[in-house]
């Protein structure tokens, strides 16, 4: 019979570190940062707000500044998933000011839409007005201030706008656009031959 050795065991796992938390589909953004445990990233980041790229490059940046990324922030890749800790990640994540994102809501059309404050991302916003996201990014790479002038900016891979200068930008273009029309056809001068002009001597 084989008896369970009664040794102090060495602690390997913290209390929030012994098993993997599944997300609950119900959860909002502030409830799963209160979360404790472990989660997958890939469960997490769309109610995050965040790319699936993103924790290798936090991960290589913590690492150039000599900063632990697991005991630190919570980050670690376990074979192919990063993981992360949430009692640790949930400040950092915070400090990213990622959640200042806004979604745009699906009742809102164009109008609504450029009048709200905040950032948005530009994928979300050409769904509601006329310009697709494609001729956006164009006219934002041929801009080196378009940040400023547009209220456009590519941040990693997500191209984003901020609403306050970007909605001003758009109302203008759209007027631009209609002040193009075709000018109406100016009216023929009235040909002398039709009316001529009295003769002094007759009268």
């Given at each position: ?9 060495e602690v390997i796992f913290q209390e929030d ?21 472990l989660f997958f990233f890939k469960d997490v ?159």
């Amino acid at each position: 019979m084989t008896h369970p050795t009664t040794a102090e065991p060495e602690v390997i796992f913290q209390e929030d570190e012994l098993s993997l938390t599944r997300v609950n589909p119900t959860w909002t953004l502030d409830q799963l940062l209160e979360q404790p445990g472990l989660f997958f990233f890939k469960d997490v980041h769309a109610l995050m707000n965040i790319s699936r790229k993103r924790p290798g490059q936090i991960y290589r940046q913590l690492r150039e500044q000599n900063i632990d990324p697991w005991t630190t922030y919570g980050l670690r890749k376990i074979w192919d998933h990063w993981v992360v800790k949430m009692s640790l990640f949930a400040p950092y994540y915070n400090s990213l000011n990622i959640r200042t994102i806004k979604r745009v809501h699906p009742s809102w059309d164009g109008n609504s839409l450029i009048i709200q404050k905040g950032v948005f991302k530009l994928a979300h916003v050409c769904t509601k007005i006329p310009f697709s996201s494609h001729q956006l990014r164009y006219r934002a790479r041929l801009n080196l201030n378009a940040r400023e002038d547009y209220g456009i900016w590519k941040e990693e891979d997500v191209f984003l706008v901020q609403m306050e200068r970007f909605g001003p930008w758009v109302k203008s273009i759209w007027q631009q656009f209609e002040d193009t029309k075709e000018p109406k056809e100016r009216a023929r001068p009235i040909e002398e031959s039709a009316h001529p002009k009295p003769d002094p001597s007759s009268t």
